[in-house]
């Protein structure tokens, strides 16, 4: 189904190309229609053909294995954004969900965090983390591109948990309670059970904005070795190769691609003895 | 000793605001080991409200709650009695086997003494079979079984049951009334039973608590004689008949502004309403 709805795509883009003003075009007097040229939009077989081609003249590396190698790089910084957000998520949720009075206190404080730019903040945290030292730590860069990935990361966590958490019936809740369970058991035992459902939806979306965190801040704080830099790299070369920025494009959306596809596989081992028609 | 003791108990929430609602005023109840006994009465008379002080699952506003001789926030811990609620309630992570052993599990027990006790609990429900299914995969009647028997499992004294056969059909439901007296006969529990059917409550009681409301309290006592062995018979006899009418007209005088009490369809849809 998946390689069925890309081959639609591709087809679409070609039949535009075709049938699109090369210009661009008016609808209703406003220039809404993008050119259909092959700078504005090369051939989707150009754009594969890049990834055969030498990066630069004289290079002996590929663009394939220039893209992949970017992409592993920025996997790892995206799996620990993703960690780490989730881990501060989490966390977060279980406190909200203990006292009353820190969900209200929080929680319009993490809404607020949210809208904050991310690349007005990239460069703070950067140089935060550079002036951090502690017992000989060096601060790595990467580290800070990493935890501008957590921090889009660990809001649809914290809130998806702390619903999920809250979710358990107050029937089961009063059961734990006549077995004078404790609140810490009857967390373990009922009520993170009983938020999966809630939590599998918010890693998803804590998967992507960890990709988007970590590909944006390697742009923003000139990270090398990643493929956001390859994006900003090979978009400044587009009057001369259009086709090429591409390639990275699409290395970024393999990378949350695969992202999506660990968090489906924990999402089928965790709901492996619910009711299927729950599943999500 | 007595199983359970409520002295003089009273409950009010809100107290001192326009929300006030006195759940119940000055109640007292005793129950002897080994007796079953049914609450009854239309919505709001507190009667799960009295099933909760009893459980410590709520505190009186007054009065005292002894189960076992000793106050109920002590029983609680010391899990004297087991629970079983309306809907069973059941984990649907859990597999029934694991369901069973949950309480154990809270108490600290060890693998394979859980594991036999769970099997063991299983015979008594008589679903030993199904021991490696979810809960999901059984039927309405199945799963309030595996509820009794995890309510039953650390063996308990004591069994406080919120209508547990409320979501079930009315054959289901005479099966399992037989099932619950059972069980009970085989484990000399004592049982303390919320429901709003009325030959539900003559057909497994030694005494039928009838309860009013606003403000919630007990109005009739009444003893049913219908023997300790009862059965498809016990349904047809006389007494059965003479217990139903007179806990109808104990009920009467009782009547909610809204209830009917007469009229079984009337009631089930403002007892839907108020669970809202």
Known sequence: MFILSIALVAALWELYKVIGPQDGGQLLGAKILPRANDRAMPHIWDMLSRYGRREVRGSDRKIWSVVLAGGWFSFRLVLAGFIL??????????????????????????????????IALAPLVVSWGGKLQLAGFE???????SILGAFLAFFPVSVGTLKGL??????????????????????????????VPFMVPAFKLAASGAVIGVVVAEISTGLKGGIGRLVIEYAREATG??????????????????????????????MRNRPKETAT | MSAVNVTAASKIFNKGTTKQVDALLDVNLTVEPGEFISLIGPSGCGKSTLLRLIADLLEPTSGTVTVNGKPAAQARLDQDYGMAFQHAGLFDWRNVAKNIELPLE??????????SRAMEMLELVKLPEFAELHPWQLSGGMQQRIAIARALAAHPSILLM??????????TREYMQGELLRICAQTSTTVVFVTHSIPEAVYLSNRVVVMSPRPGRITHLIEINLGIVRGEATRASNEFFHGITAVREALRGTRGDHVDDLDQAAKLVTRNVDDR
Do not use: C, H
């Open chain 1, 241 to 270: 190769d259009p086709a090429k920025v591409f390639t990275a494009v699409f290395g970024a959306a393999a990378l949350g691609l695969a992202m999506a596809g660990i968090i489906a596989l924990g999402d089928i081992y965790l």
């Open chain 1, 139 to 145: 601060w790595p860069r990467w580290l800070s591109v």
């Open chain 1, 166 to 195: 809250t979710s358990a019936p107050a029937e089961s809740i009063e059961l734990m309670n006549s077995y004078a369970s404790s609140w810490r058991q009857t967390l373990l035992k009922l009520r993170f059970p009983a938020a």
């Open chain 2, 106 to 115: 809270l108490k600290g027990w060890d693998k394979e003494k859980r594991k």
């Open chain 1, 85 to 118: 957000g989730a881990a501060v998520g989490v966390g977060l949720a279980i406190l909200m969900a203990r006292f009353k009075i820190v969900e209200r206190g929080l929680l319009p404080y993490l809404v607020v965090s949210q809208t904050v730019p991310l």
């Open chain 2, 162 to 171: 919120d209508e547990p056969f409320g979501a079930l059909d009315e054959m």
